[in-house]
């Protein structure tokens, strides 16, 4: 996994305001635990890869685009196979569910963590005159999330090579000694970069309570106010479809 | 002058977060919620395991939400990893936000009682914070139509009608009774592997 930590070249044809990254994050959530048609997340996926796109990760967007295409092949044609063993249908059902469910947010963190640099998040929010306080933990969150899946990557790699399976037989059979190899060593890397994260914020001045000024230039653009409005709108027609559906004949 | 201000302030505010306690809960809330969201996603798939998910989350968790307020030890450690799973797993529907936040407050309240010295405190406190995997579930149990279709959209039938079988009336008693049982596992594991491992090392 080659995740640049807050890389933000700004190469991108667009360049989105923090703000309004953040926003879409939460749009991702209401759109996958309100939205009832794979249509829906479809479109919406594809919204989010065309953003990741012109804000300058056109790779990125077009591996998670061929894999959201073949997901959604695969869902369509399931119904209709008939020869295929039961047991397979319902692997492949349940990795595909998955992963539509996990996709609009996993493609909304990619777009905050690839794409924007920690103190043009820092500076935007402050922007706003919200506390440095409030700010902090919200952008360590997602500063961490990548660390969190290289770290279980790097846990993995170490048990593998000695030879300490994470097969599902081990994880049932010998529960509490999977939670402790995986869980303490994870635990103990990332506390060392907890540390450092630490002292780089104590260097750069954070422990203060003085307004600090910034060279990021912090300004809503028009490709914002077009997307503020179009999150909007879908937020306004996902909760009314929920509420349809409510309302509706369904069970 | 201008640097002797800075150490004051850092003295004065021993008892208030500084910059490296939100550090630490904003990065151990991102290990928690990875967690979580893994162990749910990939459980999931069986409505028995989904629903009884409070236990797995409890069990597993319990290690880094204790390392969390062992390290911080202030008031602010629970409600900010509260917040953050609330925004994170039920930001759809703003009740379970709302509950999630009540309930890290009244675990914050625990550790209070203990003055965020106690021992005992800061491993009962995990109980009460670990009522936040119910909130997930609120949609289920005041929306529980729009919670069925959306099983149906996403899982196929079969898997909503064994959700729909297990979302009884009772259902909110028996996952509080789960997750304060799974807290009770987890705080146990925590336990035993603070004492083996972080404490030998020094680092709570």
Same mark, same amino acid.
């Given at each position: 996994?080659?995740?640049?930590?807050?890389?933000?070249?700004n190469?991108?044809?667009?360049?989105?305001?923090?703000?309004?990254?953040?926003?879409?994050?939460?749009?991702s959530?209401?759109?996958?635990l309100?939205?009832?048609?794979?249509?829906?997340?479809?479109?919406?996926?594809?919204?989010?890869?065309?953003?990741?796109?012109?804000?300058?990760?056109?790779?990125?967007?077009? &591996? $998670?685009?061929?894999?959201? !295409? +073949?997901? %959604?092949?695969?869902?369509? =044609?399931?119904?209709?196979?008939?020869?295929?063993?039961s047991?397979?249908?319902?692997?492949?059902?349940?990795?595909?569910?998955?992963?539509?469910?996990?996709?609009?947010?996993?493609?909304?963190?990619?777009?905050?963590?690839?794409?924007t640099?920690?103190?043009?998040?820092?500076?935007?929010?402050?922007?706003?005159?919200i506390?440095?306080?409030?700010?902090?933990?919200v952008?360590v969150?997602?500063?961490?999330?990548?660390?969190?899946?290289?770290?279980?990557?790097?846990?993995? &790699? $170490?048990?593998?090579?000695? !030879? +300490?399976? %994470?097969?599902?037989?081990? =994880?049932?059979?010998?529960?509490?000694?999977?939670?402790?190899?995986?869980?303490?060593?994870?635990?103990?890397?990332?506390?060392?970069?907890?540390?450092?994260?630490?002292?780089?914020?104590?260097?750069?001045?954070?422990?203060?309570?003085?307004?600090?000024?910034?060279?990021?230039?912090?300004?809503?653009?028009?490709?914002?106010?077009?997307?503020?409005?179009?999150?909007?709108?879908?937020?306004?027609?996902?909760?009314?479809?929920?509420?349809?559906?409510k309302g509706?004949?369904?069970l | 002058?201008?640097?002797?201000?800075?150490?004051?302030?850092?003295?004065?505010?021993?008892?208030?977060?500084?910059?490296?306690?939100?550090?630490?809960a904003?990065s151990?809330?991102?290990?928690?919620?990875?967690l979580?969201?893994?162990?749910?996603?990939?459980?999931?798939?069986?409505?028995?395991?989904?629903?009884?998910?409070?236990?797995?989350?409890?069990?597993?968790?319990?290690?880094?939400?204790?390392?969390?307020?062992?390290?911080?030890?202030?008031?602010?450690?629970?409600l900010?990893?509260?917040?953050?799973?609330?925004?994170?797993?039920?930001?759809a529907?703003?009740?379970?936000?709302?509950?999630?936040?009540?309930?890290?407050?009244?675990?914050?309240?625990?550790?209070?009682?203990?003055?965020?010295?106690?021992?005992?405190m800061f491993?009962?406190?995990?109980?009460?914070?670990?009522?936040?995997?119910?909130?997930?579930?609120?949609?289920?149990?005041?929306?529980?139509?729009?919670?069925i279709?959306?099983?149906?959209?996403?899982?196929?039938?079969e898997?909503a009608?064994?959700?729909?079988?297990?979302a009884?009336?009772?259902?909110?008693?028996?996952q509080?009774?789960?997750?304060?049982l799974?807290?009770?596992?987890?705080?146990?594991?925590?336990?035993?592997?603070?004492?083996?491992?972080?404490?030998?090392?020094?680092?709570?």
């Open positions: 996994m080659d995740v640049t930590f807050y890389g933000g070249d190469k991108g044809l667009i360049n989105i305001d923090p703000r309004t990254k953040l926003l879409i994050f939460l749009t959530g209401v759109v996958t309100s939205s009832f048609s794979d249509i829906g997340v479809a479109v919406y996926s594809v919204l989010l890869c065309a953003i990741i796109a012109l804000c300058g990760k056109p790779v990125t967007a077009l &591996k $998670a685009i061929v894999l959201l !295409g +073949i997901v %959604l092949y695969l869902r369509a =044609i399931l119904p209709t196979s008939q020869g295929a063993p047991v397979i249908i319902m692997i492949i059902t349940l990795v595909t569910t998955i992963f539509m469910f996990g996709f609009p947010m996993i493609m909304s963190i990619m777009l905050i963590v690839k794409t640099k920690i103190s043009h998040f820092l500076s935007a929010f402050q922007a706003m005159h506390p440095v306080k409030a700010i902090i933990p952008a969150f997602f500063r961490f999330l990548p660390t969190v899946a290289d770290e279980w990557n790097g846990v993995r &790699k $170490a048990m593998a090579f000695r !030879g +300490i399976s %994470l097969s599902p037989v081990q =994880i049932i059979f010998h529960p509490w000694r999977t939670i402790e190899y995986v869980l303490i060593p994870m635990l103990f890397s990332s506390m060392s970069v907890m540390e450092e994260l630490a002292a780089s914020t104590m260097a750069r001045g954070m422990d203060v309570d003085i307004k600090r000024s910034s060279y990021e230039k912090i300004k809503f653009g028009v490709a914002d106010y077009i997307l503020v409005v179009l999150i909007i709108g879908i937020i306004i027609f996902t909760s009314i479809l929920g509420n349809m559906v509706g004949a369904v | 002058m201008a640097r002797k201000e800075i150490v004051n302030g850092n003295e004065q505010n021993d008892k208030k977060l500084r910059t490296k306690d939100l550090i630490f904003g151990f809330g991102a290990i928690y919620i990875v979580t969201l893994i162990l749910v996603m990939v459980t999931g798939a069986i409505p028995v395991l989904y629903i009884i998910s409070p236990v797995l989350v409890g069990a597993v968790c319990a290690t880094v939400y204790e390392l969390c307020v062992l390290k911080v030890h202030k008031f602010g450690a629970a900010i990893l509260g917040i953050l799973f609330g925004v994170a797993t039920s930001a529907y703003l009740p379970g936000m709302i509950l999630a936040i009540i309930v890290a407050l009244l675990a914050e309240l625990v550790m209070a009682f203990g003055k965020y010295k106690s021992k005992k491993l009962l406190s995990y109980v009460v914070f670990n009522l936040t995997m119910v909130c997930p579930f609120t949609n289920l149990y005041f929306n529980r139509d729009v919670f279709a959306m099983a149906t959209e996403y899982n196929g039938p898997y009608a064994g959700v729909a079988s297990f009884t009336g009772w259902l909110p008693l028996i509080i009774g789960l997750a304060v799974g807290a009770v596992i987890g705080l146990f594991i925590a336990s035993k592997l603070i004492k083996k491992h972080f404490e030998k090392a020094g680092i709570v």
